[in-house]
């Protein structure tokens, strides 16, 4: 079992920053962050392998940053240029293989609120 836990939502002026982190209990494969929205699926923002690989939604490509710290177990997703439709509840997600298969893993959710 991967505990994730997000930290880094808020409140924050369009056109301005926010830094969020998840800490995984332990080693895991992919890593990323998704978002909803109040009445919209979940959504892609980025995800990120243990090599560095990225894959961003077209909708943060240049102005999302994701990275992750393999020592610690660590993703981080850097948010600039925020606008008021990046509001939503942002959830890390870790993907293992756990005994023969690959397992999801879900962060509780942190708030980012981009105010217009």
């Known amino acids: 079992q991967v505990q994730l836990v997000e930290s880094g939502g808020g409140l924050v002026q369009a056109g301005g920053s926010l830094r969020l982190s998840c800490a995984a209990s332990?080693?895991?494969?992919?890593m990323g962050w998704y978002r909803q929205a109040p009445g919209k699926p979940r959504e892609l923002v980025a995800t990120?392998?243990?090599?560095?690989?990225?894959n961003y939604a077209d909708s943060v490509k240049g102005r999302f940053t994701i990275s992750r710290d393999n020592a610690k177990n660590t993703v981080y997703l850097q948010m600039n240029s925020l606008k008021f439709e990046d509001t939503a509840v942002y959830y890390c997600?870790?993907?293992?293989?756990?005994?023969?298969?690959?397992?999801?893993?879900w962060g509780q959710g942190t708030q980012v609120t981009v105010s217009s």
């Open positions: 997600y870790a993907l293992k293989w756990v005994v023969s298969k690959w397992t999801n893993y």
């Open positions: 332990g080693s895991t494969n992919a």
């Open positions: 990120i392998t243990t090599g560095g690989s990225t």
